[in-house]
């Protein structure tokens, strides 16, 4: 079958774009605002999730044990922790180095340790996590089931640590995903009004194209390129603004976000998928009204 | 080539087209009279499936439309050249704009564009004006334009809509002229007017119609004006009305 190629439709959506330049001049304007704010909330979402999983992987799990354990129950124990999912690391604290480790944190007071007498301090072993088990709900059942392994005196955890990182993560995610989902149905509004008015302002021609036998594809091709191109460019220029802005920060600032998690501005890979993301929500909205004008 | 029976067509209850049925054989040229409100451009609409019919069945090349898919209907209407009464040439392009247009939504090759572009503005006698824009034309013009527009593709079938309504006696001549050659050459034509005098010079078979339904179908020019229309020279335009209560 004869029909034109890409060049084509792109051809006439360029041909489109300028004959409606201030309409889609300020549409790309709209876009960059709201994508300029997806893009601070990504910057400040990754560079709390970079702190978060700082902390994360601070936070330990101590197993005190019992007195008076074999090294053979001591081994078994350690095997039992160390396959249990999620562990990163176990770290055997005997009974000795506790009580250094206390001493030194109560330097200048050491006279309370020893008005003790004899060691209290159990031998312990000391878990970390990796960072996506590191979650209030999966720690506290953990920390239970390790409660009942034999030998095991007591467990303790950051519990409140914990709960704060876990309630932390969810507000990111969630927030994060509703402010998306938000600016997307904006972006898709934006477009859709666009589109639907570069439609009107061809409205004789496409009626006409219809009346001597042009298919859909043909009529909405260079409409879709123009919607996912406006919305692609309201992306970029967002971007462009965003580093512009980030890199003009005072050098004192720069360097502490960056030495606080190594993060620099957005990655590539974010960059590319907010310009492909925008670029097919400029196609959903243009194919909204594209559909509804031909209906 | 158009095959219509018994169909009906309401807009909001009131029947627009009722119980119409007809044959036009290929390579025919037939016109379609009556006065306006008699339902001749909702019957082109039909066939040019710009409308739907509610009742009846409709075959047109072989096909029925009631089963045609929605996006079989582009490919059915480049078998049909279809000239209107305002031309619905697009102004700010020009002559030569306006029948390329045409070509490229059928996917003509580019190369081959320039070539019949020129052609069929030389069979309408339009080629040295193809640089110009619609409004630089006489209503004429404009119509012999839409013309070839409407032939560029080479369809089998020509439908008109009052191609004549806007057009001095002149023009209105040279254009059915036009029609009576595109006929000759093999093209079925359907026309649908009001011009009663063209009609009656042209010796072609006639399809009355008055509100919605078919009075009188196939005499060659031999046929009288409805009761309900007059005609008169006016101004040198040609201009038919209704009298209402005429005998």
Redesign the interface.
């Known amino acids: 079958?004869?029909?034109?190629g890409p060049f084509?439709f792109l051809g006439e959506a360029f041909r489109g774009l300028r004959a409606n330049s201030v309409v889609n001049l300020l549409a790309v304007g709209t876009i960059s605002m709201a994508m300029l704010i997806v893009g601070f909330f990504l910057i400040v979402f990754f560079h709390i999730q970079s702190a978060v999983s700082t902390m994360s992987d601070r936070l330990e799990m101590s197993v005190y044990l019992k007195e008076g354990l074999t090294q053979h129950e001591k081994d078994f124990l350690l095997y039992r922790l160390k396959t249990e999912p999620g562990v990163k690391k176990v770290v055997f604290l005997s009974k000795a180095e506790a009580l250094a480790e206390f001493t030194k944190e109560l330097k200048g007071q050491e006279t309370l340790i020893q008005g003790l007498g004899e060691n209290p301090l159990p031998d312990s072993y000391e878990l970390n996590f990796d960072r996506h088990y590191a979650e209030s709900r999966r720690l506290e059942a953990l920390a239970k089931k390790i409660s009942s392994y034999p030998g095991v005196e007591d467990v303790t955890y950051g519990k409140q640590g914990a709960e704060i990182l876990s309630g932390l993560y969810k507000l990111l995610t969630y927030g994060g995903l509703s402010l998306a989902v938000l600016l997307g149905i904006s972006v898709v509004f934006i477009i859709s009004n666009s589109v639907r008015l570069a439609l009107y302002s061809r409205g004789?021609?496409i009626?006409?194209?219809?009346?001597?036998?042009?298919?859909?594809s043909?009529i909405q091709g260079p409409f879709l390129i123009e919607g996912t191109f406006l919305a692609m460019l309201g992306s970029a220029l967002a971007i462009g603004i965003l580093a512009a802005l980030y890199y003009s920060l005072p050098t004192d600032v720069m360097l502490f976000l960056s030495r606080m998690n190594g993060l620099d501005f957005l990655p590539p890979s974010v960059v590319t998928y907010m310009i492909v993301g925008s670029g097919l929500l400029g196609l959903i909205g243009g194919m909204i009204s594209v559909n509804k004008f031909l209906e | 080539m158009i095959q219509l029976y018994r169909v009906t067509k309401y807009y909001e209850g009131v029947p627009a087209l009722n119980d119409v049925s007809f044959i036009v054989n290929k390579g025919e040229f037939a016109f379609v009279t009556g006065p306006s409100g008699a339902g001749k451009t909702t019957l082109l609409k039909i066939i040019?499936c710009?409308e739907r019919a509610d009742e009846g069945q409709i075959i047109i090349q072989g096909q029925n439309t009631f089963r045609l898919k929605p996006?079989s209907i582009?490919?059915l209407?480049?078998n049909m050249g279809?000239v209107f009464q305002d031309y619905?040439l697009?102004l700010h392009k020009s002559i030569f704009e306006n029948i390329a247009?045409?070509l490229?939504?059928?996917?003509?090759?580019y190369g081959d564009i320039e070539r019949r572009a020129y052609q069929v503005l030389k069979k309408v006698g339009m080629e040295n004006k193809r640089h110009l824009v619609p409004p630089k034309l006489s209503g004429g013009e404009q119509q012999k334009v839409a013309v070839a527009?409407a032939l560029v593709?080479e369809p089998q079938m020509l439908l008109a809509d009052e191609p004549t309504g806007n057009l001095d006696p002149e023009s209105a001549h040279e254009v059915f002229g036009l029609f009576r050659d595109i006929n000759m050459k093999g093209t079925t034509v359907l026309v649908a007017t009001h011009d009663w005098e063209t009609v009656k010079k042209m010796q072609r078979r006639i399809i009355t119609m008055e509100r919605g339904m078919v009075t009188d179908d196939g005499s060659k020019g031999a046929a009288k004006p409805h009761p309900r229309i007059s005609t008169k020279q006016s101004g040198g335009v040609n201009e038919t009305r209704l009298i209402e209560g005429e005998p």
């Open positions: 079958m004869r029909g034109y084509y004789q021609e009626e006409l194209m219809q009346w001597i036998g042009a298919t859909r043909f | 040019f710009v996006s582009p490919y209407r480049r279809f619905k697009l247009l045409a490229k939504v059928v996917g003509t090759p527009r593709n």
